[in-house]
């Protein structure tokens, strides 16, 4: 069953911990994506990668880091250098035609 | 560069009602446009989307958006609103081989009995 899956759901933070959340796509495309989303604001590009072991910086990559070791798995890092990481994250990937998104994961910092 | 504005941040209409969401982008480059729906605390799944070929593009449940590109718009309708239609919904626009996504703020739909 294809598909792209994110975990956790639910994600908790104490201040100055770094986080990392899982994205795993079996699509079979090349290009993975990380996407931020605030209320009223719409959805902002942290990082995407278009083949493994490569990737680029979005519009609002500062306080983020990512690997792609594989080309199922994306997996997003939040840094302590992030200094307002409460948001809905979302990853995506497919190509410039179409893009599946996973169901996402609610990060909230106590 | 290329941007998204959906006006409009709620739209709230009568269930049987037509529906309307507004979404004006500007692009340098000729534009694949995409509209998603979000239900609370879920992804986004595709609701249509136009590449090339016909400007009038049907999705699914029931919605349809034309490509006008003198207007420079896309905008999402519905003949008849659907209680199960309330969602927030966003336009989108990629121009790029890169297949990044530029976002409008999203239109939250309330639909009301």
């Known amino acids: 069953d294809g598909g792209i899956t994110q975990s956790p759901k639910y994600l908790f933070r104490k201040e100055g911990q770094n986080v990392t959340l899982s994205c795993e796509q079996n699509?079979?495309?090349?290009?993975m994506y990380w996407y931020r989303q605030d209320p009223g604001q719409g959805l902002r590009l942290i990082y995407y990668?278009?083949?493994?072991?490569?990737?680029q910086k979005g519009d609002i990559a500062e306080g983020y880091s990512v690997s792609r070791e594989k080309k199922e798995s994306f997996p997003l890092t939040v840094t302590s250098a992030q200094k307002n990481p409460t948001a809905f994250y979302l990853c995506?990937?497919?190509?410039?035609?179409?893009?599946?998104f996973g169901p996402g994961t609610r990060l909230t910092v106590l | 560069a290329q941007s998204v504005t959906q006006l409009g941040s709620h739209v709230s209409v009568s269930e049987g009602a037509l529906v309307l969401l507004r979404c004006n982008y500007s692009?340098?480059?000729?534009?694949?446009l995409f509209w998603y729906v979000q239900y609370p605390n879920q992804g986004l799944q595709l609701l249509l989307k136009?590449?090339?070929?016909?400007?009038l593009v049907k999705g699914i449940n029931g919605f349809e958006a034309e490509f006008k590109k003198s207007e420079t718009s896309f905008h999402l309708t519905k003949p008849s609103a659907h209680m199960s239609d309330a969602a927030e919904y966003f336009c989108?626009?990629?121009?790029?081989?890169?297949?990044?996504?530029?976002f409008g703020q999203g239109t939250t739909l309330q639909v009301k009995p």
């Open positions: 995506s990937t497919g190509g410039y035609n179409e893009q599946f």
């Open positions: 699509l079979n495309h090349d290009a």
């Open positions: 990668s278009q083949i493994v072991n490569d990737f």
């Open positions: 692009s340098s480059v000729p534009p694949y």
């Open positions: 136009y590449t090339t070929g016909a400007t």
């Open positions: 989108a626009v990629s121009g790029s081989n890169t297949g990044k996504l530029i």
